[in-house]
């Protein structure tokens, strides 16, 4: 993690850079009092390499059928062994990596970008704007949100896209209240104030002011939801909503093996399971160290 | 206390106006023409005019909607393609089954995050806050499907303690006559010890498998709440004066630590009802879930609706109890509103 360690040689110039300097030195002091952040850390550099890789450094086709005998257990030729179509598991747990995390990582993006503008119009222009948007939000907290996400998702049709706007749209509720709450306490704050008397339109008081403001709670979300968002959509194609079957995705390969298990093929399922719940636990993990960075008084 | 109820009551309608809102929009964003669909294949144009006007889909939207919720008030949920039955019918029949479910995992889940959270916060730093930490870091991470597998496969396959992990009863047995729905409750109803067995016996890894989800954010939940009060201090004023530890963990501090933690309870039921499905799925459990996900693999979309909807009604009911609970744990409440 040489990467997060602050440059030796920056001097402290503008007031930029001074922040940044006491936020990556507060990110060292974080991770190396911390160490289950730093190995969450390395974890999740390892799952977003192989996501990027992945194609090139799987030792068989994924969606190549017979490669080798079918249902294989693990050997020293297919390490994860081979499922019923003779595919090397192996292979396509490495490619499925980059579909989950595209749909993880976009979901969350999405509600991020959209939620935070939309909250934080709501908390600071108020009025009716407000009233319609948090009724929105009460409208889709009214629902069990895996339940919103599958009749989105079986609604609109079966595509990756669809999981992902579910996912995103479930999640909205959650940012949208952070920022609404966020810029509401500072809307009337001393220095929107001067701010406003030096001239500043509200576009530009609430981008360069109030969102930035808003920020860490935000982040805070964001790293809660991770975690949930690639387990949402894991269930959603479990369930045979999303990617359609000759796809590698973990959720569909657990399907896959579903069947197997109780006859005692268990490395089908084993293996793409635990890497989704590997995945899971690395963001999970990694949302708690980034609670610690941002939000020092949440620490528990 | 009658007047709070209704007006608890009152205040949960415009959540249920925004749940059918939100289920007529899903119905209208069927891919492709509805009408078209429901025509089948092979229909003309003229028999699509047909069917869209049987639909009353040529009509304005603020008319359809009022047909649709005018429906809903009558009980019409639409017809199921696949089974020719009305989907209410199906939807009632198979509910028995998943409440049976969920609730027992929600009560197993209560009985063993609550106890630990506690011991946790009395005793920070021990082992027991450790194994709450380890198990609320762990618990978040299991994608339910997996566990449901992994624990049939070590229980059913290796250890062969679980009977098949297919379906609520054994085929060879005969389900007990029908007055709660739920079979368990069915078959002491019934006498039938057994039978009792044998239903309890088929919910063990299902019911286990939705517990351990939920588990982890209980217990979190109260962990955290406990340890909140605990250093309040009328807390210290209660030790001071001399009172059982047990005294004050149970009447001072877990009762005031309680409300957050009934708050979580109604997520967690949001995360029990959705996690369901995929549990239905896993195990073969006859319930609305699984039906719900047949209709959609047979592209038939009113039961998904229904099933949705149903989903969205016992939620907000669920809420509605959760609203009422905090009056009777916490006076403070009542005397506010």
Redesign the interface.
């Known amino acids: 993690m040489s990467a997060v360690v602050a440059p030796a040689t920056a001097v402290p110039r503008g007031g930029k850079e001074e922040g940044r300097k006491t936020f990556w030195s507060h990110a060292k002091y974080v991770l190396s009092d911390n160490p289950i952040t730093l190995f969450a850390a390395t974890l999740f550099m390892l799952f977003v390499l192989v996501a990027i890789l992945g194609p090139w450094i799987a030792p068989y086709n994924p969606l190549a059928t017979n490669v080798g005998p079918s249902l294989q257990p693990p050997s020293l030729k297919h390490w994860f062994g081979t499922d019923s179509l003779g595919r090397d598991i192996l292979s396509r747990v490495i490619v499925a990596t980059r579909i989950d995390f595209v749909i993880a990582l976009s979901a969350v993006g999405a509600s991020f970008v959209v939620g935070g503008l939309l909250g934080a119009c709501a908390g600071y222009f108020g009025g009716w704007l407000e009233r319609i948007v948090m ?1 929105g939000c ?3 907290m ?7 996400a ?3 998702v ?4 079966n595509s990756v896209a669809n999981i992902i706007l579910a996912t995103a749209v479930v999640n909205l509720p959650f940012y949208i209240r952070v920022a609404r709450t966020e810029v509401n306490v500072r809307r009337e704050a001393g220095f929107i104030e001067a701010a406003r008397l030096a001239g500043n339109g509200d576009a530009r008081i609430l981008l360069v002011h109030l969102i930035p403001n808003a920020m860490p709670p935000m982040m805070v979300q964001v790293s809660l939801n991770m ?1 949930w968002a690639i ?1 949402n959509a ?2 959603l194609s ?4 999303g990617v359609s079957p000759p796809a590698a995705e973990w ?1 569909i390969m ?2 896959e ?2 069947g197997y ?4 093929e ?1 490395w089908v ?2 293996f793409p ?2 890497v ?2 590997l995945a ?2 690395t963001f ?2 990694l949302g ?1 160290g980034l609670r610690d960075l941002i939000d020092p008084r949440r620490r ?1 | 206390m009658g007047r709070l109820i209704l007006r608890r009551l009152l205040a949960a309608l415009p959540n249920l106006l925004g749940v059918v809102v939100i289920t007529f929009v899903l119905t209208r964003a069927l891919p492709g023409d509805p009408a078209a669909y429901f025509a089948g294949g092979a229909a003309t144009q003229e028999a699509v005019d047909q069917v869209r006007r049987q639909l009353g889909l040529d009509r304005p939207l603020h008319e359809q909607f009022l047909h649709y919720v005018a429906g809903l008030a009558r009980g019409d949920f639409g017809l199921s393609i696949t089974t020719g039955q009305p989907v209410l019918q199906e939807l009632l029949t198979r509910l028995p089954a998943s409440i049976e479910l969920v609730l027992i995992a929600l009560v197993l889940a209560c009985a063993v995050a609550i106890p630990l959270g506690v011991a946790a916060a009395s005793r920070p730093g021990s082992w027991i806050d450790q194994l709450c930490r380890i198990l609320t870091t762990a618990g978040v991470s299991l994608p339910t499907f997996f566990t449901g597998l992994l624990l049939a496969y070590v229980f059913y396959f290796l250890l062969g303690w679980a009977p098949s992990p297919l379906g609520r009863l054994d085929p060879y047995l005969t389900a007990p006559p029908t007055v709660t729905g739920l079979y368990t409750v069915d078959a002491l109803f019934a006498g039938d010890a057994k039978l009792f067995v044998a239903a309890a016996k088929q919910m063990i890894l299902p019911v286990l498998t939705l517990g351990i989800f939920v588990l982890a954010p209980l217990a979190r939940m109260t962990r955290a709440s406990m340890l909140a009060v605990l250093s309040a201090d009328f807390v210290r004023t209660a030790r001071a004066s001399g009172l059982s530890t047990g005294t004050v963990l149970v009447r001072y501090a877990f009762r005031n630590a309680l409300l957050p933690v009934v708050t979580t309870l109604g997520m967690v039921f949001s995360f029990l009802l959705g996690m369901s499905v995929i549990v239905e799925k896993v195990f073969a459990w006859p319930g609305v879930g699984s039906f719900a996900l047949e209709a959609l693999v047979a592209s038939d979309y009113a039961p998904v609706q229904g099933f949705v909807l149903t989903m969205a009604l016992l939620y907000t009911l669920l809420n509605l109890v959760i609203d009422l609970l905090y009056v009777v744990i916490d006076p403070r409440v009542r005397l506010a509103s």
């Open positions: 009724r009460d409208m889709v009214s629902f069990p949100l895996f339940v919103l599958m009749g989105i079986a609604a609109m049709g975690g387990l894991a269930g479990f369930i045979g909503l959720g657990v399907a093996g579903a298990i109780i006859s005692g268990w399922a084993l399971g635990s989704l719940m899971v636990f999970n993990l708690d528990t």
